[in-house]
């Protein structure tokens, strides 16, 4: 067996669970699956990408516990997180002849974690699932706390459910096949829980990142870190009816910029929070609230990672003001039409503010640009 290197539970009554984060857990998954879910059968959901790159050992391991599957391969990236996706998931899943006890597995970034998510709490009315996450943003964010779902032409992620998995199962090998950009993209969520309430582990990885990157111990220890934060949070809140909100730091303008893209390569979901946390630090700083220094020292540290941090940086430039602020007067966060921004009072001192005026919201974005 391999070796389990940190355990994570997400006490969530009788929606709880593990997260399991190892080297090589993927050649054990058969047997920790045959362990945890006797007599069940699995639809592997994953991208063309991950296919090539992880699904032969997934199998491997499948076929040496004795254990049934069917594969569902949809295209990489961004795009797939949208209705046609959503709809090959499903459709997939009920070709395969999957019983409503039976499971899914996510195999795959972000992007397959939501949607194969959302379609397992959608399909025969929900089935159980298992998020086995190969890309560093998936591993350390969006594997953990349930929420699953698609993006939408009117904005990000606007349609999904609350669906927890039944297992985590991260295994740190899969990101030696991971392409440096990706890498990148997740490590902004990384420097995001440092950003949120945890000043030492932002100063931790300024020391650390290049151990981070090139796959020392501090990778599996800032992984863990990650997803321990994530689990106490999601446990306080799981619905996101308060402190769960912090979560989304750098997400409001993120998402705008994602949607400005067409969801596509020319930003991902991690730059797009790269930038957006910058934005956030820097609008905090101009309303006489955060240091201004704490925004460069951040941006330099998002930027030694090879993360992009102003508007500037995005291949093509941005749409108009108005178009980003349409964007934003979309966000899940609007209540009664009053946009909520996470805003701080520096490193580490993140806070949710409700009531934010749209014009200095756009006033600040012409300023940025
Ligand atoms: N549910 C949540 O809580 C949550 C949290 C954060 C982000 N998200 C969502 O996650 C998505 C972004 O996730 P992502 O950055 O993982 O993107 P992704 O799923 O598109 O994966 C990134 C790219 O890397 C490839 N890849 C993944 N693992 C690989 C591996 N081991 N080897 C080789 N290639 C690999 C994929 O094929 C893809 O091309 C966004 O849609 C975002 O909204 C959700
Ligand atoms: O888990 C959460 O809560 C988050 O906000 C994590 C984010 O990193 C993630 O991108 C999430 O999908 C954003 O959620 P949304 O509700 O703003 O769509
Ligand atoms: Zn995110």
């Not at 298992?130 to 349609?159: E, W």
């Not at 985590?168 to 030696?176: E, I």
């Not at 797009?272 to 704490?294: C, E, K, N, T, Y």
């Not at 749409?319 to 490193?347: N, P, Y």
Request: charged share 25%; net charge negative.
């Amino acid at each position: 067996m391999a070796d389990i290197a940190h355990k994570v539970h997400v006490a969530l009554g009788e929606r709880a669970y593990d997260i399991l984060i190892g080297d090589r857990l993927l050649d054990d998954a058969g047997a920790i699956l045959a362990e945890r879910f006797p007599g069940r059968r699995f639809g592997i959901i994953t991208d063309e990408t991950v296919a090539k790159a992880q699904l032969p050992r997934l199998i491997a391991s499948l076929d040496a516990a004795g254990l049934g599957h069917n594969e569902i391969v949809l295209p990489a990236g961004e795009g797939t997180k949208g209705w046609p996706g959503l709809q090959a998931a499903v459709e997939g899943i009920l070709a395969a002849r999957l019983e409503r006890g039976d499971l899914v597995i996510a195999l795959g970034g972000g992007v397959i974690g939501d949607l194969a998510g959302f379609a397992a709490s959608i399909a025969r009315r929900g089935m159980d699932f298992v998020q086995m996450p190969t890309s560093l943003l998936a591993q350390v964010d969006s594997s953990v706390g349930g929420k699953t779902g698609i993006n939408s032409p009117h904005g990000k992620n606007l349609i999904g459910a609350f669906h927890q998995p039944k297992l985590v199962l991260a295994d740190l090998s899969t990101l030696d096949t991971l392409a440096p950009r990706q890498f990148a993209s997740g490590y902004a969520e990384v420097v995001k829980y440092g950003l949120i309430d945890d000043e030492d582990f932002f100063f931790w990885l300024e020391e650390k990142r290049e151990e981070i990157f090139a796959g020392g111990p501090a990778r599996g220890e800032a992984i863990a870190r990650c997803c321990a934060h994530k689990a106490r949070v999601v446990i306080e809140d799981e619905k996101e009816l308060g402190v769960r909100a912090l979560l989304n730091l750098g997400h409001t303008f993120g998402h705008a910029l994602e949607k400005d893209t067409g969801y596509s390569e020319r930003l991902l979901h991690g730059e797009g929070v790269s930038i957006g946390m910058v934005l956030a630090h820097g609008f905090s700083a101009r309303l006489g609230l955060a240091p201004s220094q704490d925004t460069g020292r951040i941006a330099a540290h998002l930027k030694s990672a090879g993360l992009p941090t102003l508007l500037g940086d995005i291949e093509g430039g941005v749409g108009a003001t108005e178009t980003l602020m349409a964007a934003i007067a979309q966000d899940k966060k609007v209540s009664r039409g009053a946009l909520t921004f996470i805003l701080t009072r520096g490193i580490g001192k993140a806070f949710i503010e409700k009531g934010v005026a749209p014009e200095a919201v756009s006033a600040f974005l012409d300023e940025m640009r």
